[in-house]
């Protein structure tokens, strides 16, 4: 498999340097169940089979790898940071060269010498995106990698190898690790390295040759990087608390609403139960996210199983939201009972939008550990971004629609209702653009990941502006003993429904006459309220005022 890990948004920094599908839900669902019996992706361990070279300038690289990486916690400037042995793995970053192989091709293998020791050099390269400016030099105005004979002669490099400007004070500068070719052998196997980290910062590796009858060699094995807390990268491990956090917050959400639901329980309307779905949907979301990074940072790798459901569960749960908050604005179950023949469309547009969310979710967290080709992902997130932009449309359209209902009926408390849900969804929509605009600045000004302890907070607004929704859905339409306050009830019945509960709470009289006679010469009429104490007054109360 490819080292689809490491595309940073400038593909390769020598580069840099040197230019200064929708398928029926049931099927999909039955891929899912099937790849989590598979086994494990890709972690933190880097894997390549046969990966070729790319040429540039006067080399010829391939970009083994890139993360961010804190420093070891115990770091002793005296001990050699290059080892050969494996050093304890507690509190130490590193990255580990294991079982990597070079071939090349038996053409250029023949034209060596049999008898000669070193007939072709490969160097892997690891160097701080701070270092950039360290590879490489200049000769006659142009930009080089690899040093020829006139820079040899001037002592600053040796022909054949890459050029690092190297520093006598700086420790923890690029470093190099040489493996050779030995006669006409066409593999040359690296040695187990162990390359320790002392210095926090976004690290790349690079496997690099300059010799061009090497041209057409392929690599082939695995990389092992880690960070002192365990094998999740450096901009991924913040989201582990996150995550933790988050499932907290569900969890203190879910009692709360789990309490006023029994509370009210004869009173709840359909409505409520599709809160409560998206509410557990959240539970298990952050749950498993927490489990599977818990994982992660412990083994180095991500089981098919873990991922998937995630993935699944965080596509599901972001479906129902959105369908939740579009029904929620067309008025369904306070202005209209059922949503009618417009119910269809509205299905189509969650299995369209889950199908695509899914997609991307999987592409991002399946064995990718940094961000992968900005053409693949594009083709990914915009029709993600479409969906939701025709959801915020249709919401806001629908909200629209609502509201001019509830001020025909002059339906006080509903109208009141939903012009909190409105501001809120607009405060939303607000911060969401603004929230847009800074991510494109972010990438913008940030091409080689040199941001990457803060990359955590992009994802993490939009986990925690989806939860705050939620929360204002749960205050506003919490379960209570006077559940006509948003319930449904046709247009004759509105004026007494708004009168009653306004009434009711403040207990005053209006125009000298007792409210609780008006309200039982109204219910003398036929009317299509149900019956079950809508007015906030008991049985008992009402045999007295039939006896007086």
């Known amino acids: 498999m490819p080292d689809k890990i490491c595309k940073p948004r ?12 929708i398928s029926p839900l049931t099927n999909l669902l039955t891929i899912l169940v099937l790849l989590g019996c598979l086994g494990q992706t890709l972690g933190s361990f880097h894997q390549y089979q046969n990966e070729t070279f790319t040429h540039r300038s006067n080399s010829f690289f391939f970009h083994g790898g890139s993360e961010g990486l ?15 042995e494996d050093n304890p793995v507690n509190g130490k970053s590193f990255i580990r060269f294991e079982s990597i192989t070079f071939r090349r091709t038996k053409e250029s293998a023949e034209s060596k010498n049999e008898m000669q020791q070193r007939t072709g050099l490969v160097e892997a390269i690891i160097v701080d995106v701070r270092d950039r400016h360290k590879i490489g030099g200049t000769y006659l105005g142009s930009n080089v990698i690899c040093c020829n004979s006139n820079l040899s002669r001037e002592g600053s490099c040796k022909v054949g190898e890459v050029i690092i400007q190297e520093d006598p004070d700086e420790l923890n500068g690029p470093k190099r690790i040489q493996t050779f070719f ?16 002392n210095r926090t910062g976004m690290y790349y590796l690079y496997f690099m040759f300059c010799d061009p009858e090497l041209k057409g060699l392929l690599v082939s094995g695995t990389t092992l990087w880690r960070n002192p807390e365990g094998y999740l990268p450096g901009k991924m491990a913040p989201l582990m608390t996150f995550y933790g956090f ?6 203190v959400l879910g009692l709360f609403w789990f309490i006023q639901f029994v509370k009210h329980l004869k009173d709840v309307i359909q409505l ?3 809160i409560t779905a998206v509410i557990a949907l959240g539970m298990c979301e952050m749950a498993l996210w927490y489990y599977e990074f818990t994982n992660f940072n412990v083994t180095g790798t991500r089981p098919f199983g873990i991922t998937i459901w995630s ?4 596509a599901v749960k972001k479906t129902v939201s959105r369908l939740l908050i579009l029904t929620v604005s067309m008025g369904y179950g306070v202005v209209r009972p059922t949503l009618g023949s417009i119910t269809p469309k509205i299905l189509l547009l969650g299995v369209v939008y889950f199908v695509a969310s899914e997609a991307l979710e999987l592409f991002e967290h399946l064995g990718n550990v940094n961000d992968f080709s900005g053409k693949a992902r594009l083709l990914l997130v915009l029709p993600v971004a479409l969906l939701d932009t025709c959801f915020i449309l249709w919401i806001f359209s629908s909200l629209s629609k609502t509201l001019e ?20 969804l607009a405060v939303s929509v607000l911060l969401s653009i603004a929230w847009i605009g800074y991510e494109l600045y972010y990438n913008a000004n940030d ?11 992009i994802p993490a607004f939009w986990i925690l502006l989806a939860y705050l929704l939620l929360v204002v859905v749960c205050i506003l339409w919490a379960p209570s003993s006077n559940p006509t306050r948003y319930a449904y009830s046709d247009e004759a019945g509105d004026d007494l429904e708004e009168e009653s509960v306004l009434v009711t709470s403040s207990g005053v009289k209006m125009g000298g006459t007792d409210i609780n006679t008006k309200l039982e010469r109204k219910e003398r009429k036929p009317s299509v309220v149900p019956e079950h104490h809508v007015f906030g007054l008991g049985g008992e109360d009402m045999m007295e005022d039939k006896r007086a």
């Open 272 to 274: 409520h139960f599709h």
């Open 10 to 21: 400038c593909p390769d920094l020598i580069l840099c340097k040197c230019s200064i599908f």
């Open 182 to 197: 030995e006669g006409q052998s066409e593999d040359a196997k690296m040695d187990l390295r162990t390359v320790e980290i």
């Open 246 to 251: 988050m499932s907290l917050a569900y969890l």
């Open 70 to 84: 804190f420093a070891s916690r115990s770091y002793d400037a005296n001990v050699d940071n290059l080892t050969s």
């Open 311 to 314: 993935v699944t569960f965080s």
């Open 447 to 457: 091409p080689l990941g040199e941001l990457w302890r803060s990359a955590w907070i």
């Open 405 to 424: 209902k509830l001020q025909s009926r002059r339906s006080v408390v509903k109208l009141e209702l939903y012009r909190k849900f409105t501001n809120c």
